[in-house]
């Protein structure tokens, strides 16, 4: 078991992968660790939101990822 | 009645109206609007992706949102993921109410909050290979009239 | 491309705009609004009479200001005159345009025009016989939005 | 040949007919006085409009039709 990070978006070019399995648990510093310098630089834009456990945090640096969660990271979207 | 869905694959825009009239025989009218890849330019391909923990659930609130503002009878929204070529259908929204105006008003607000407030990310693919579609400023300006 | 029709027999709202879909390939959307009789009451039938030297020319000109006004790629406007049932589609009008919003608001527009500047009377069927529809303050409010 | 005058609507009503047949040539106070004391009093109110061979008359009290002629009373409508 661990946490997996799944990069949403253009933030998968900058991960260079989907996702990525990290030891839990994991809080926000370790988050920005786990995730590399270009993916940390988007982390800096209070534009990307991030999910754990399939729900949205209101407050990012909150975050409390457990073994077994998954983590989203979901920069501005473009639907429609 | 919500008619919130994830696409994978294409769809008839016509169908799919004929059928919501059907499902709500007793409104006055129905607004809808269907937005589609533009062919423009050399873009060959569009591709959409998702986040399937929100992205449905979302748009099933937004949903049940129009239809407590506009006081509709019905709603749908549909959003495609996946691959589409140029002309294809990628959302459509229509909106069955007793006054027109509400009916396009709702319209209008699901495709402002569709387009960038929904968990959908886009990319297309150009002769040089393929490129993240940036969130338009228009786009988050027209949201802003429904605060 | 305008489409303006009176239309003395039912028509498919789907089927109608398919058709205009087809024939606007290059649009990024369509929006649309389909107004029906409404399955009110008492009533058994609705009666639309027009005045045919007047009554498709001004459709036609509303469609062209339509066109100039909203930069759209193409517009329908159908309407029905005769003997309609409740639950039967009277209006119909679709713009094509290469930006969304552009689209919605000619269909608003239209339809406002349609409403309580064209040349049509109405009177529905009920229990006690025929009754002329007065005008609405309403729809006077609404074609003001567009001086 | 005479001048033909429609009644539009639920001035058909007033009217008792859908339309009329006067002795051309017709002005103004020669139309009020053809078309009976009920559909009169409506055309006091502006909003019924006047076209006379097709066409919508920007100043109904220069109405000035000849035999052959079709006037058409067009009261408020309620399309859509």
């Known amino acids: ?80 | 009645m919500i008619d919130a869905r994830l696409l994978e694959k294409g769809f008839s825009a016509g169908q799919a109206l004929a059928h919501f009239a059907r499902a709500n025989p007793d409104s006055g009218g129905i607004a809808s609007f269907v937005g589609k890849v533009r062919p423009d330019g050399d873009v060959k391909a569009l591709h959409l992706t998702h986040y399937p923990p929100l992205t449905l659930p979302g748009m099933e609130e937004l949903a049940r949102k129009a239809m407590e503002r506009f006081a509709l009878e019905g709603i749908l929204a549909w959003h495609r993921i996946g691959f589409l070529r140029p002309g294809a259908p990628i959302v459509l929204v229509a909106a069955a109410a007793r006054h027109r105006r509400d009916s396009l008003a709702a319209v209008d607000f699901t495709m402002d909050h569709l387009k960038s407030a929904a968990w959908f990310w886009k990319r297309e693919k150009r002769d040089d290979g393929w490129h993240w579609i940036a969130p338009r400023g228009q786009d988050h300006a027209d949201l802003a009239r429904w605060d």
Do not use: H, T, Y
């Open chain 1, 1 to 80: 078991m661990a946490v997996r990070i799944l990069f949403l978006g253009p933030l998968q070019d900058l991960a260079g992968a989907a996702e990525r399995m990290v030891e839990g648990p994991l809080d926000w510093p370790g988050l920005i660790r786990a995730v590399g310098p270009a993916v940390a630089a988007q982390l800096q834009d209070e534009k990307v939101n991030v999910a754990c456990a399939g729900e949205l945090l209101m407050d990012r640096s909150a975050l409390s990822a457990r073994d077994g969660d998954e983590i989203a990271l979901l920069p501005p979207v473009s639907g429609g």
